[in-house]
T-cell receptor, first 119, second 108 residues
């Protein structure tokens, strides 16, 4: 399993500003994932962050709006740029790892999330 | 798209049994997960199915039919703490795709 921490846990921001969310994992992982979960909705993948290369963005998400850094195998940041109230959401970092307990498949482990409110 | 469908909301009584269904597009299927998410918390792993049949884990069981593109999560002896959202997630290739989630309310 993996233990993931995120900072900040929550923030309230003004329209037009930017916020950088940090994600730290307690073990080295190849891929880290950033999700958005809007109020009452399920998780939507924003991008996959690979160490040493550009992040891969899903349809509807662009690098200018959500720049991602992945400087090493245990850390990543997601920036929400030029924020608007529509960006109010929970942002979750996740990694894939062996499920453990004798199981032979990978599962996704999630960080606690960052609750962002844009005024 | 992968068209993962789940009921939006369900309500059940403490001590009862509830079945939460998930249907998905079968092309590219590589496994299915169920996650539980309490309000304000991150999703946590419940079960994994890649072969047809029933996987039982205590009060929770998960079933998969690959040919039908269908899975369900069965919760027995419901407790108040089971009130949460339940997310079906399908692996297509190497990508996790989450369904819309089912919000379960357990009433006394």
């Amino acid at each position: 399993s993996a233990v993931i921490s995120q900072k900040p846990s929550r923030d309230i921001c003004q329209r037009g500003t930017s916020l950088t969310i940090q994600c730290q994992v307690d073990s080295q992982v190849t891929m880290m994932f950033w999700y958005r979960q809007q109020p009452g909705q399920s998780l939507t993948l924003i991008a996959t962050a690979n160490q040493g290369s550009e992040a891969t963005y899903e349809s509807g998400f662009v690098i200018d709006k959500f720049p991602i850094s992945r400087p090493n195998l245990t850390f990543s940041t997601l920036t929400v740029s030029n924020m608007s109230p529509e960006d109010s959401s929970i942002y979750l970092c996740s990694v894939e790892g062996l499920a453990g307990g004798g199981r032979s498949y990978n599962e996704q482990f999630f960080g606690p999330g960052t609750r962002l409110t844009v005024l | 798209g992968q068209n993962i469908d789940q009921p939006t909301e369900m309500t059940a009584t403490e001590g009862a049994i509830v079945q939460i269904n998930c249907t998905y597009q079968t092309s590219g299927f590589n496994g299915l997960f169920w996650y539980q998410q309490h309000a304000g918390e991150a999703p946590t792993f419940l079960s994994y199915n890649v072969l047809d049949g029933l996987e039982e884990k205590g009060r929770f069981s998960s079933f998969l039919s690959r040919s039908k593109g269908y899975s369900y999560l069965l919760l027995k002896e419901l407790q108040m703490k089971d009130s949460a959202s339940y997310l079906c997630a399908v692996i297509y290739g190497q990508n996790f795709v989450f369904g819309p989630g089912t919000r379960l309310s357990v009433l006394p």
